[in-house]
């Protein structure tokens, strides 16, 4: 069985204050690890695919990246505009479901 | 048009209510899906539609029964709910979901859904 778990579960920023959000998984033949960002009271939006380790992707202030056991979201310089929940997700070939972590709360405070 | 809409954004309703929630893709996806958020808990998947076939059934209440006329439109139709039932309910559509291999999800924005 697919599990992953997400930590913290809430993170508290000063604007500008760089950290990671952190999503550890095992799974049986990764084929993708996903991170969504969610808006309160809004449904995830996508945000980057992850296939192998060693594999980062950028997008603005977000920087993703994975091993063979775990995934990171570096955020670098963060805004308050950035605070939200993060979910990560991950699609494994002996499941038929993307499996989803808890999420981690971001809130950046100017 | 925004690429999955949902509608109703807010229901409330009684146990004894019938009740539907619609979804509709502009996206050109084959496959929809149906996810239930609660507070505290991970998404968790209801339903699965490839190319207006249902494929997945993941152990939900017959008091939720799915629809799907066409690649581009969802229904989730409610009867007879429990307290518990009240959530936030997701659509969610991915270009194919062949080969169990979902892909990104893109969803929309939620039905909340209380009930009474």
């Known amino acids: 069985e697919d599990q992953v778990t997400q930590s913290p579960e809430a993170l508290r920023l000063q604007e500008g204050e760089s950290s990671s959000l952190n999503c550890s998984y095992t799974v049986s033949g990764l084929r993708g690890l996903f991170w969504y960002r969610q808006d309160p009271g809004k449904g995830p939006e996508f945000l980057f695919t992850?296939?192998?380790a060693g594999e980062e992707k950028e997008k603005e202030r977000l920087k993703a990246t994975l091993t063979k056991k775990e995934s990171f979201l570096h955020i670098t310089a963060p805004k308050p505009e950035d605070s939200a929940t993060y979910l990560c997700?991950?699609?494994?070939?002996?499941?038929?479901?993307?499996?989803f972590g808890k999420g981690t709360k971001l809130s950046v405070i100017p | 048009e925004t690429g999955v809409t949902q509608t109703p954004r807010h229901l409330v309703m009684g146990m004894t209510n019938k009740k539907s929630l619609k979804c509709e893709q502009h996206?050109?996806?084959?496959?929809m899906y149906w996810y239930k958020q609660s507070a505290k808990k991970p998404l968790e998947l209801m339903f699965v539609y490839n190319f207006k076939e249902q494929t997945e059934n993941n152990s939900v209440p017959s008091r939720f029964s799915p629809e799907c006329p066409n690649s581009s439109h969802l229904f989730l139709h409610l009867h007879t709910l429990q307290p518990e039932d009240s959530a936030l309910y997701l659509c969610?559509?991915?270009?194919?979901?062949?080969?169990?291999?979902?892909?990104?999800?893109?969803f929309g924005e939620g039905s909340r859904l209380t009930v009474l």
């Open positions: 996206l050109g996806h084959n496959a």
């Open positions: 992850l296939y192998s």
């Open positions: 969610a559509s991915s270009p194919s979901g062949l080969a169990g291999y979902t892909g990104e999800l893109f």
């Open positions: 997700a991950v699609d494994g070939a002996g499941s038929y479901q993307l499996t």
